[in-house]
């Protein structure tokens, strides 16, 4: 393993162009659970209400569980030292960019600055007539559904829900990363989810060595992955940084 690390660390040292691509396992250790597996969230809640039609003709029923979902359970979470580092790692240019599934905005919480938010981010909600943006940290979810003042809107989370796209500035600039990248550091995702599983094996097909950083085997492993460090993303990463910095 300690082999495996440093010809990790030394790969990220001599990378033109390195990219981290993140999911729902980077911010299992900032207490919140990822939506599929044995402790996810669909486990507890019915996926039906981030389905975009549903929550158009359902909104308060939808919103309820929303709000205790993204603003409720996950108000209080903090970045980690996995977010840290990554973000420590691009301030001392070992670290071009990342490209997250995730929605929890930790990552620039964390102070990375150029951050691909594939499936957009909770900390946003968005009019769907007039396209206003709100910060949710203005947001009074006293009172749901939470509405536009310029047209009485329901307001949505600015994240896709089921019928959605991904958005199109993220989907080309998380591509074009991959399309460039020399070195590619998968954190905490499975690679179940499609498309964005596609942009490290984009980046793998161009040429990338894939570093995976997973506490257990997953469908990257055995397909993609170059180098895998087995272990927790705090704890793997921390290690990483001990011989980047």
């Known amino acids: 393993m300690e082999i495996l690390k440093n ?3 030394n790969l990220i040292k001599k990378s033109k162009y390195t990219m981290a691509f993140t999911g729902a396992g980077i911010s299992v250790e900032s207490g919140i659970p990822p939506f599929r597996g044995e402790h996810g969230l669909w ?8 389905d ?5 003709n359902n909104p308060e029923h939808c919103w309820n569980y929303i709000r205790e979902i993204f603003y409720d359970f996950f108000a209080d979470a903090k970045p980690n030292d996995a977010h840290r580092v990554l973000a420590q790692m691009e ?7 990342v490209v997250t599934q995730n929605i929890d905005n930790l990552h620039y919480e964390a102070g990375s600055e150029t951050v691909y938010e594939f499936h957009g981010n909770s900390k946003k909600l968005k009019c769907l007539k007039c396209g206003k943006i709100y910060d949710a940290g203005d947001i009074d979810f006293e009172n749901i559904p939470p509405k536009c003042v310029n047209d009485g809107e329901v307001l949505k989370p600015d994240f896709i829900f089921f019928g959605e796209g991904i958005p199109p500035d993220a989907y080309a600039d ?4 991959a399309e460039k990248a020399k070195v590619c550091i998968i954190v905490g995702s499975t690679g179940e989810v499609t498309p964005a599983s596609y942009v490290p094996r984009t980046a793998k097909q161009a040429g990338a060595t894939i570093i995976e950083i997973n506490p257990e085997e ?5 397909s993609i992955t170059d180098i895998y460090l087995k272990g ?3 704890e793997v990463l921390n290690q990483l940084g001990e011989l980047l910095f």
């Open 7 to 9: 010809e990790a660390a």
């Open 174 to 177: 998380s591509f074009a990363a």
């Open 91 to 97: 301030s001392n240019k070992l670290l071009n960019a």
């Open 218 to 222: 997953t469908i990257f492993t055995s």
């Open 43 to 50: 486990n507890k809640y019915d996926p039906q209400v981030l």
């Open 52 to 56: 975009l039609v549903y929550f158009l």
């Open 232 to 234: 927790k993303a705090t």
